[in-house]
């Protein structure tokens, strides 16, 4: 048994996701025990700062380098406040904080790109725990999109012997693991996987614009179910070319981020839809592009949704993903077990348990990779 830290800050760019927790077994026989998960909220001028190169900024490689050294201060600490009343870790997998994508395909010739900053030597360093991090650059490396690395992880911890599923994270991007039944031999090669578009940046950032600042999401789905979503807007907004890429394909803020929604606003505006409206409006994107997506790219239907991230936190969100995929079962991944809170950063512990036992992370029929790889860079303690 091996006693891993899992670190993750996501699109949402809200705070650390950190989980505590022992791992056994290779793959099929992997146990996992989470000991404990917490999240540790940037500052404010951290996440701005962040939200801001994301977006697009444009900074000197002398503050990008400040910007990489605090980023990996604060998930350092976050590493020591998890494992503070227990034993020390003897492994830390980070994935960082995401700050810029260019899914493989994009740019003709050149493959993809992909940086996640917080950098792992220096946590090694503040830690004193041996740390893996740069989980994305292997699978890009090898031509794959670097994303979704997920669902390697929930396929030996969420898939069914009878019943085929889908894992679906909602988090400021959507993404899906499909994951047929292990009854099925030919399961594993039949997993499928890929970024499914917004799930919460355009709903977060429209929340924010109508309540000028003073709320940042739309907590269970309350606003957005007080609207009506405007139908007209989600099928020419689901005409957009991501929705119809058939996969690998991942996507981020830089797609889906402000812009479109600037863009989306103006499109509104023939509708004169009120802010409640625009938020059932924006849910109903989410639920129609993943929708679509099953409908499109899977062989059949899941018997189950297993939802995890925020989102699967909005109400009314959920509601709608189960009215229009029914007779599907929606409920979330905490229902069979393991946390939909924390289940990215859990993820990454178990890549990073993996990287150490040179076993490979990335499942070549998700990504696009030509191969399987070891996924993530090794950074030692040196005493
Ligand atoms: N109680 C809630 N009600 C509605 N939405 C919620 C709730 N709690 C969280 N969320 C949504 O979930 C988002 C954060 O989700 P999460 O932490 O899974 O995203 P992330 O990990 O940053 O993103 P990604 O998975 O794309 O990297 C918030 O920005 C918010 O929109
Ligand atoms: C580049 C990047 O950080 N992508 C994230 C992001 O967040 C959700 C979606 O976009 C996803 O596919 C990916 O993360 C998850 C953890 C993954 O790799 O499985």
């Given at each position: 048994?091996?006693?891993?830290?899992?670190?993750?800050?996501g699109t949402?760019?809200?705070?650390?996701?950190?989980?505590?927790?022992?791992?056994?077994?290779?793959?099929?026989?992997?146990?996992?025990?989470?000991?404990?998960?917490?999240?540790?909220?940037?500052?404010?001028?951290?996440?701005?700062?962040?939200?801001?190169?994301?977006?697009?900024?444009?900074?000197?490689?002398?503050?990008?380098?400040?910007?990489?050294?605090?980023?990996?201060?604060?998930?350092?600490?976050?590493?020591?406040?998890?494992?503070?009343?227990?034993?020390?870790?003897?492994?830390?997998?980070?994935?960082?904080?995401n700050?810029?994508h260019r899914p493989a395909g994009e740019?003709?010739?050149?493959?993809g790109?992909t940086?996640?900053?917080?950098?792992?030597?220096?946590?090694?360093?503040?830690?004193?725990?041996?740390?893996?991090?740069?989980?994305r650059?292997?699978d890009v490396?090898?031509g794959g999109q670097g994303a979704p690395l997920v669902p390697k992880v929930d396929a030996?911890?969420?898939?069914?012997?009878?019943?085929s599923r889908c894992v679906q994270n909602l988090g400021g991007i959507g993404n899906v693991a499909y994951l047929p039944?292990?009854?099925?031999?030919?399961?594993?090669e039949e997993i499928r996987g890929w970024d499914t578009g917004p799930a919460?940046t355009?709903?977060?950032?429209?929340?924010?614009?109508?309540?000028?600042?003073?709320?940042?999401?739309?907590?269970?789905?309350?606003?957005?179910?007080?609207?009506?979503?405007?139908?007209?807007?989600?099928?020419?907004?689901l005409?957009q070319d991501f929705f119809h890429q058939a996969p690998p394909k991942s996507t981020g803020?830089e797609l889906f981020?402000?812009?479109?929604?600037?863009?989306?606003?103006?499109?509104?505006?023939?509708?004169?839809?009120?802010?409640?409206?625009?938020?059932?409006?924006?849910?109903?994107?989410t639920v129609a592009s993943i929708v679509h997506s099953y409908q499109t790219f899977l062989p059949q239907l899941p018997?189950?949704v297993l939802l995890c991230g925020?989102?699967?936190?909005?109400?009314?969100?959920?509601?709608?993903?189960?009215?229009?995929?029914?007779?599907?079962?929606?409920?979330?991944?905490?229902?069979?077990?393991?946390?939909?809170?924390?289940?990215e950063?859990?993820a990454?512990?178990?890549?990073?348990?993996?990287?150490?036992?040179?076993?490979?992370?990335n499942l070549p029929q998700v990504t696009g990779a030509?191969?399987?790889?070891?996924?993530?860079?090794?950074?030692?303690?040196?005493?």
């Amino acid at each position: 048994m091996t006693r891993v830290i899992g670190l993750i800050s996501g699109t949402s760019v809200d705070g650390i996701d950190a989980v505590l927790v022992n791992i056994s077994g290779t793959e099929l026989d992997l146990q996992i025990e989470l000991l404990k998960g917490a999240t540790y909220p940037y500052s404010e001028a951290l996440s701005e700062q962040i939200m801001a190169v994301c977006q697009g900024a444009a900074i000197s490689m002398a503050e990008l380098a400040r910007l990489d050294d605090a980023i990996a201060q604060v998930f350092a600490q976050a590493a020591l406040n998890i494992q503070a009343s227990y034993p020390s870790a003897q492994l830390i997998g980070s994935h960082g904080q995401n700050i810029y994508h260019r899914p493989a395909g994009e740019m003709e010739g050149q493959g993809g790109y992909t940086l996640q900053i917080g950098r792992g030597d220096l946590i090694a360093r503040l830690t004193g725990i041996p740390t893996i991090s740069n989980f994305r650059v292997a699978d890009v490396a090898a031509g794959g999109q670097g994303a979704p690395l997920v669902p390697k992880v929930d396929a030996y911890l969420l898939s069914h012997l009878e019943k085929s599923r889908c894992v679906q994270n909602l988090g400021g991007i959507g993404n899906v693991a499909y994951l047929p039944a292990r009854s099925n031999p030919h399961w594993l090669e039949e997993i499928r996987g890929w970024d499914t578009g917004p799930a919460n940046t355009l709903i977060d950032l429209a929340v924010q614009h109508y309540s000028n600042g003073a709320q940042s999401y739309d907590e269970g789905g309350e606003w957005a179910a007080s609207g009506t979503p405007c139908q007209n807007l989600v099928d020419e907004w689901l005409r957009q070319d991501f929705f119809h890429q058939a996969p690998p394909k991942s996507t981020g803020r830089e797609l889906f981020g402000s812009q479109y929604l600037a863009r989306c606003l103006l499109a509104a505006e023939a509708y004169r839809l009120s802010p409640a409206d625009m938020l059932a409006t924006l849910t109903e994107l989410t639920v129609a592009s993943i929708v679509h997506s099953y409908q499109t790219f899977l062989p059949q239907l899941p018997e189950q949704v297993l939802l995890c991230g925020g989102g699967s936190k909005n109400i009314y969100l959920k509601e709608r993903l189960q009215a229009r995929l029914q007779p599907t079962v929606v409920s979330t991944t905490d229902d069979v077990g393991l946390s939909a809170d924390f289940k990215e950063a859990i993820a990454f512990a178990v890549l990073a348990y993996w990287r150490n036992l040179e076993i490979p992370g990335n499942l070549p029929q998700v990504t696009g990779a030509k191969q399987q790889v070891l996924l993530g860079h090794i950074h030692p303690v040196y005493f």
